[in-house]
T-cell receptor, first 115, second 112 residues
C-alpha cells in the first residue's frame, strides 16, 4: 500500500528557532499534500493544502508567514515553523493523495515541543 | 453551520454492544466519503470508504444517504480495542479551496 513518511517524529527546540518537517510519499506521486495540527484531545485541524509547483492554500486563521509550506516535487512537501514559540507546540501530521477523490495516506506525525 | 458535523461523544459502551455514529455534511457536491480511526496521539488510519450502496467489513458497516446528506458507521460486538476517535471525512469537488473536510471526530470508549 501507499506509504507516507514524515520526519522527524519528535523535535524539541528553543523558542525563536525554526523547525522544518518533511513529508514524503514513498511509492506514489502526490499531487496534493495536506498539513494538519492537533492539540491534545482535539481533532485534526487542517492548516493548509499544498499542490505541487504552486503556492499552498492556507486555512483561515493560519499565518502563512509563520508556517511556510513548500511542495517542490511530487514526492516531497515541507512545513517550516518559523520563529517557533511555546504556543506552536503541537502534533503536526501530513497526508498525501495521488489524485482527486482518492484516499488519503497519512504520515506518522511530528510532535513539536517548543521550550 | 459546520461543513461536516459529528457528535463528539464520548460514547461509553460495554463490550459486545452495538454502537452507531452519524455524520452530516452540508456540501451537496461532496463525492467521496470515508471513516478514519484515530488512536490517541497517532495519525488517523483509514477504516473504510463509504459507498452509496452501503458496505460492510466484518463488524463494521458504513452507509451513505445522499438525499439526507449523512453517513453512518455501525460497529457490532464492540471490543475494547475499538476504543478510539472516529473521524468522518468528506471530499468535495471544490478544488479551488479545501477539498477535504474532516469532522471533529466521535470518541468511543468500550468498557469491560
Amino acid at each position: 500500500g501507499a506509504v507516507v513518511s514524515q520526519h522527524p517524529s519528535r523535535v524539541i527546540c528553543k523558542s525563536g528557532t525554526s523547525v522544518k518537517i518533511e513529508c514524503r510519499s514513498l511509492d506514489f506521486q502526490a499531487t496534493t499534500m495536506f498539513w494538519y495540527r492537533q492539540f491534545p484531545k482535539k481533532s485534526l485541524m487542517l492548516m493548509a493544502t499544498s499542490n505541487e509547483g504552486s503556492k499552498a492554500t492556507y486555512e483561515q486563521g493560519v499565518e502563512k508567514d509563520k508556517f511556510l509550506i513548500n511542495h517542490a516535487s511530487l514526492t516531497l512537501s515541507t512545513l517550516t515553523v518559523t520563529s517557533a514559540h511555546p504556543e506552536d507546540s503541537s502534533f503536526y501530521i501530513c497526508s498525501a493523495r495521488r489524485r482527486e477523490r482518492e484516499k488519503l495516506f497519512f504520515g506518522s506525525g511530528t510532535q513539536l515541543s517548543v521550550l | 453551520r459546520k461543513e461536516v458535523e459529528q457528535d463528539p461523544g464520548p460514547f461509553n459502551v460495554p463490550e459486545g454492544a452495538t454502537v452507531a455514529f452519524n455524520c452530516t455534511y452540508s456540501n451537496s457536491a461532496s463525492q467521496s466519503f470515508f471513516w478514519y480511526r484515530q488512536d490517541c496521539r497517532k495519525e488517523p488510519k483509514l477504516l473504510m470508504s463509504v459507498y452509496s450502496s452501503g458496505n460492510e467489513d466484518g463488524r463494521f458497516t458504513a452507509q451513505l444517504n445522499r438525499a439526507s446528506q449523512y453517513i453512518s458507521l455501525l460497529i457490532r460486538d464492540s471490543k475494547l480495542s475499538d476504543s478510539a476517535t472516529y473521524l468522518c471525512v468528506v471530499n468535495s469537488l471544490d478544488t479551488g479551496r479545501r477539498a477535504l473536510t474532516f469532522g471533529s471526530g466521535t470518541r468511543l470508549q468500550v468498557q469491560p
